[in-house]
């Protein structure tokens, strides 16, 4: 096992949930990110005003790079090294390093910091830890950060909206399975807003079952609506049958997530 301590926070010390003092130990990859597993990662800094307190788990290609990059963000009942072991295998044969981040509504894991159980989904708390896991990115010295996607399943897809409407520069392109846009009558919800969604500016590609009973195919299909309408080259691919799992890690989902990439750049 190898442990590498990448860049470093600000700061002495960050506050994590429970109001349980941590000191700063900036960022520290524990283990092979090139190995089947992966690599472990934690942060613990200060930047910007705000005390992050992350974990999450890191995967690479084998060589020096420079490498595109993906940030995957995990839904409910999930985890970072959940999703990242449906997604990661196939991502890391195309060339990327993958990278994800335990959120506010993991489970199985602590949450850390910043925000607190109830901040699930789409809220600010989640925004600013994609942006602190885009931000780690530049620390490893072997990712192009000019080729950085997002991708998010379910509350991280509503979180991957969010996340780029607040920082339109983080992304190259992106994609989620079953996410989308609330309805403008719910005021407060996990999803993002069609204000939100108006902000986004990059390539975005959805795919949504039509079989879900989680995540309502209307909300994928508000989001076609408005990236229209703001002329944003995107795709709304619909599964026949198909249910709120079943399209997240499907190979006709991940074929189509590739060429996706790879016709805005990626590789």
Known sequence: MS???????????ATSAGNQLTVDTGFVVTGNAESAGGATWAFRGTVDGVAYDLTGVLFKPAGSGPFPAVVLSHGSDGSAAFLSSLLAPTMVQWGMVCIAVNYTHATGVPI?????????????????????????????????????????HSLGAYLGVAAIAAYP???????????????TAI?????????????????YQAHHGDADSEVPLAY???????????????????????DHLAVRSSPTTLARIHDWYQLHGMF
């Open 3 to 13: 442990v590498v301590i990448v860049g470093c926070g600000g700061g002495a010390a």
């Open 112 to 152: 850390g910091a910043p925000g607190t159980a109830t901040d699930i989904g789409a809220s600010q708390a989640n925004v600013l830890r994609v942006h602190m896991t885009h931000e780690l990115l530049r620390r490893l010295g072997y990712v192009d950060m000019s080729r950085v996607a997002h991708h998010g």
């Open 169 to 183: 520069n983080d992304f190259r392109v992106a994609s989620h399975t079953g996410g989308g846009v609330r309805p």
């Open 187 to 203: 005021v407060i919800g996990p999803a993002p807003t069609v204000t939100q969604a108006a902000a986004v500016r990059i390539p």
């Open 220 to 242: 994928d299909q508000r989001l076609d609506s408005v990236l229209t309408a703001v002329h944003v080259d995107h795709q709304l691919i619909v599964y026949p049958g198909a």
